[in-house]
């Protein structure tokens, strides 16, 4: 057994440091820290993505021959965590993380050459097209209905949830295109190239914290051509297994932006007054709080290191619902000592100075402006990409099979 | 021993809940909040009409002479329907303040308070959770007769509007605590008013050498007053969390996947019968402290462990009434956050769980 990196990971590391310390404009740093959500503020997060496209380091995940940047595991550790020590904003997971991966792996050579390039450029913004009101935690009985017509199939239905789609040029989306059989086997997987097609409406949903994050999509008698189809019309459950592994795969090191939120919450304690007197940093109980947490964290980096390094666990097969169960309740623990650090001065409703380049002074600090809306926002952490309910239950089944 | 509402509360619940369901429904209350009043006038007339306002004062001071189980009957009312009219701020504490000193100046603002044409607020915190009065750190300098406030005080609820202010200071460093009354008029003061996340008025004020006048007496009655305000805040959380609770299960009854309702899912079914313990423990505290207070016989701790289990059981209610409803859960548009928020403020107010659960463990 061997911990270290090799050493020349080192002269790396600091290449990328030197990189995150000088490339980013005032602006994307200023929308790195004021980042309270898993998707940052979107100007200055594509913004970001084109400087880092320009470096050549917006996909390192890819494939090289798509663009990626060839490094090894460690490579894209060392990356994500001086990522996240620099508090930059996170790139967008839809196009990156999700439909370019799919495409690589099972697109069309004609959908390859069309849409992996102005993923990269950041020209393209991908929305998630699945969840439909009525269909949530049990996706295959969603029931927005693609028929075929032509070259083209006609949509009528909705989709709900579907993560900045006010901002978002292109789809990808589950339809209905058959009730016969089981319900997974009248799926298709749609890509929409556009989404100002004729019928077709979107329409933003105010979150818990006041900001428009998620929204709702309408379609009536909207016309798109089937040529956006990816896989068989009605084997679509299949493509979207698929895509779900690049959802709610490893190796994409949480475990540092939650070591930077405690290194945060620790900056701001030694600034906080307790209400017993003397510094919160200096309390006891304080101290307990974020070393359990803490303590948390590392067995997620351990966790997190053993899978990059080729380890069996990363082979078990509750290693993804693990992942996210354990990385999603560690995300809302960390936010909510952050709240508690915050206190009184969290309570204030500041949706404007929040806003990047603001001129309204928050009444507190940066950090009390922040940390209410993280901790509203991930409560989302337990509801999205398959519940901590619907994870729990696949992660039992295989301690029943075992 | 009988821990039940007695008739006439019944009566006086009864006329304030129908008037709630009718004026103060989530929709309405959403538009209040997004409006440029801080809160409704009208439905503060109203309460003044119901006589809430004098509940909790003597009658040869003008009040009613309600005891805390009368607060409490209404104050539960006030966290179902998310009521953002200043009642704890206002009438709990610097009425109470008000109404414990037999100064001149204080008699008429506290007869003001009650008919309703005058707001009081009451300037406490200063930013660490100072929950005990012996931790407030605001130094009043005197000057002649009066005194002088310089420092911060936050999160003082009305504190934009009030026509007076309740600020509590030290009497020279180290000195003993006052309560001092500051009018809206008074020089070298500057409040910053903002909404909070459970749609309340509130505000910082920076006092710099700001005119004071000291209430003589007020400052005996503090511990009972800030005792009572957390009953009555808590009331309001208590209520909050059967809102909660009631809404939640109805959703989890009706809300179908695979089939059937998420209700039949043993994790959903056992997270509800969760939430229906601690709202059951959070009430029965409630009820009981309340008794306590009203016989004389509630101690420091009992205040503690009612504001400490309060505040932890209604975090838990409020995070597993969104995660049971998912996305929706998430929305501005439900009012299942709104009433998280406002669970979420009570425990932040006064002292978190986190404090008060402490000062329990002190013995
Ligand atoms: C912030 C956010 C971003 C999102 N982004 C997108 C997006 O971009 N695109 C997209 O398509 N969707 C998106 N979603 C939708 C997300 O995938 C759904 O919210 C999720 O699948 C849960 O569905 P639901 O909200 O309908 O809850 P429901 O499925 O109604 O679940 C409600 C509750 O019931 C529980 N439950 C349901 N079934 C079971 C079961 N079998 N056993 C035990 N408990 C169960 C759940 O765990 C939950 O507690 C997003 C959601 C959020 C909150």
């Known amino acids: 057994m061997n911990i270290d990196f090799a050493p020349e990971l080192e002269d790396f590391r600091a290449q990328v440091a030197e990189f995150f310390a000088t490339a980013p404009t005032p602006a994307i740093r200023e929308a790195g820290r004021k980042t309270t959500s898993v998707f940052a503020p979107f100007k200055e997060c594509m913004e970001w993505h084109r400087i880092l496209y320009d470096k050549g380091w917006v996909a390192p995940h890819w494939p090289e021959e798509y663009g990626g940047t060839g490094w090894s595991v460690e490579q894209r550790f060392i990356f994500a965590e001086e990522y996240r020590k620099a508090d930059l904003p996170p790139l967008l997971p839809q196009s990156l993380g999700m439909v370019g991966p799919l495409l690589i792996d099972i697109g069309t050579e004609e959908q390859k050459a069309k849409y992996l390039e102005p993923i990269l450029k950041g020209e393209d913004f991908w929305a998630q097209g699945y969840s439909e009101p009525n269909s949530g935690s049990d996706l295959a009985s969603l029931s927005c209905r693609a028929e075929p017509d032509g070259d083209d199939y006609i949509i009528n239905g909705s989709k709900i949830w579907t993560t900045y789609a006010h901002h978002a040029n292109r789809m990808f989306m589950l339809v209905r295109t058959s009730n016969e059989g089981k319900k997974q086997q009248g799926i298709t997987f749609l890509l929409l190239d556009r989404v100002d097609y004729p019928g077709m409406e979107i329409r933003p949903i105010v979150g818990l914290d006041g900001f428009p994050e998620q929204c709702e999509v309408f379609f009536e008698d909207c016309r798109v051509p089937q040529s956006g189809r990816v896989g068989e019309e009605n084997d679509g459950w299949s493509v979207a297994k698929h895509l779900l592994k690049h959802e709610r795969g490893g190796g994409n090191a949480a475990s540092p932006t939650l070591m930077r939120y405690c290194e945060r919450a620790r900056a701001a304690a030694a600034e906080t007054l307790s209400p017993f007197g003397g510094k919160l940093s200096e309390d006891p109980v304080f101290q307990r709080d974020i070393g359990e947490l803490e303590a948390d964290i590392a067995s997620l980096a351990h966790f997190e290191k053993l899978a990059i390094s080729g380890h069996e666990i990363a082979r078990d097969p509750a290693f993804p619902s693990m992942n996210k169960t354990i990385n999603s309740e560690l995300v809302q623990r960390a936010s909510t000592l952050m709240a508690q650090v915050s206190g009184v001065d969290g309570l204030a409703r500041q949706l404007e100075a929040l806003r990047v380049g603001s001129n309204v002074e928050p009444l507190g600090s940066e950090f009390d402006l922040i940390s209410m809306p993280l901790y509203l926002n991930s409560r989302a952490t337990t509801i999205y990409a398959g519940s901590n309910e619907v994870q729990r239950d696949l992660i039992a089944r295989t301690v029943a099979g075992s | 021993m009988d821990f039940s509402f007695t008739e006439e509360q019944e009566m006086l619940r009864d006329g304030v809940g129908k008037y709630l369901e009718k004026n103060y429904d989530f929709e309405t209350r959403q538009a209040l909040v997004r409006s440029e009043e801080p809160w409704s006038q009208k439905a503060w007339q109203q309460f003044a009409e119901f006589g809430l306002l004098a509940l909790p004062f003597a009658e040869e001071q003008g009040g009613l002479g309600g005891s805390i189980s009368d607060c409490v009957a209404v104050a539960e009312l006030f966290g179902k329907h998310l009521v953002i009219e200043p009642y704890a701020a206002s009438i709990m504490l610097a009425g109470a303040a008000l109404a414990a000193s037999d100064d001149g100046p204080a008699q008429d603002w506290l007869e003001k308070v009650i008919a309703g044409e005058a707001i009081a607020a009451f300037a406490y915190e200063e930013g660490a959770g100072t929950a005990a009065p012996d931790m407030v750190a605001m130094i009043a300098e005197p000057v002649g007769d009066a005194f002088t406030l310089t420092g911060e005080k936050r999160l003082v609820v009305a504190g934009g509007e009030a026509d007076c202010l309740i600020v509590v200071a030290r009497r020279g460093e180290d000195g003993p605590l006052g309560v001092f009354l500051v009018e809206k008029t008074a020089q070298r003061m500057e409040a910053r008013s903002y909404t909070t996340i459970d749609g309340r008025s509130a505000a910082n004020i920076r006092f710099d050498a700001t005119p004071a006048t000291l209430l003589d007496g007020a400052e005996a009655a503090l511990d009972r007053i800030l005792a009572h305000a957390i009953i009555v805040q808590s009331a309001e959380a208590v209520g909050a969390m059967g809102a909660l609770l009631a809404l939640t299960s109805d959703y989890a009854m009706t809300r179908k996947q695979f089939g059937v309702p998420i209700g039949t899912f043993q994790a959903v079914a056992h997270r509800l019968a969760d939430m229906k313990i601690a ?62 928020k406002r669970l979420l403020a009570c425990d932040a107010m006064f002292g978190s769980h986190d404090y008060h659960l402490r000062v329990v463990g002190q013995g």
């Open chain 2, 279 to 340: 709202y059951t423990k959070a009430r029965a505290t409630l009820l009981y402290t309340t008794a306590m207070a009203e016989s004389g016989a509630v101690k420091p701790r009992d205040i503690a462990i009612l504001k400490g289990q309060v505040g932890k059981l209604g975090k838990a209610v409020g995070e597993a009434a969104i995660q049971t409803h998912g996305g929706v859960g998430m929305t501005d548009e439900l009012s299942v956050s709104h009433y998280h």
